[in-house]
């Protein structure tokens, strides 16, 4: 059984503190996310958005991040063909009060994502004026590939990264 299937043995090797846990994605938790930053634009500009990240959820692997019962970001991967995924992050507007266990355990998912689906191409994107988590996404191994000119549901650019 992969990690990923086991959400006991994923906290077990989180290593979180007391107050924090990784649970399944659960669709009733979505309202319980103020989404910070450009994260906003999805739920503001594409009509039930809630619905498309419970499709998400279905396709691969998806999970909330929770600090004392508060969500405070949902992920997942999606495969999309044979060796390559594409990630996906919500932020909740309290993150930044949780950098470095929220860093440390998507280090720790990201690998996990490329092992137990074995992938050799793993993808994600982030919107232009994101300019904090395009650089953390590079001190996360992923390298920048270009500009998806006006990609995002606001008409705003993305950049495209990979972590090969």
């Not at 938790?29 to 634009?41: C, E, F, H, Q, Y």
């Not at 499709?55 to 691969?60: D, H, L, R």
């Not at 998912?109 to 993808?123: G, T």
């Amino acid at each position: 059984m992969s990690l990923l299937e086991d959400i006991n043995a994923l906290n077990k090797a989180a290593r979180l503190q007391a107050d924090y846990k990784l649970i399944d994605f659960e669709p009733a938790l979505v309202p319980m996310l103020k989404p910070r930053g450009t994260d906003a634009t999805f739920f503001k500009h594409i009509p039930n958005f809630h619905g498309i990240l419970t499709g998400y959820a279905t396709m691969g692997p998806a999970y909330m991040a929770c600090y004392k019962g508060q969500v405070i970001c949902i992920f997942g991967c999606i495969p999309l063909w044979q060796g390559v995924g594409e990630c996906w992050l919500i932020t909740d507007q309290s993150l930044p009060d949780h950098a470095r266990p929220f860093h440390r355990v998507t280090k720790l998912i990201l690998d996990r994502f490329m092992s137990d689906l074995s992938l050799v191409r793993l993808q994600i994107t982030v919107h232009s004026k994101n300019f904090l988590a395009l650089k953390w996404a590079k001190v996360l191994y992923f390298k920048e590939e270009g500009l998806l000119r006006r990609y995002g549901p606001d008409g705003k650019d993305f950049y495209i990264l990979a972590r090969i």
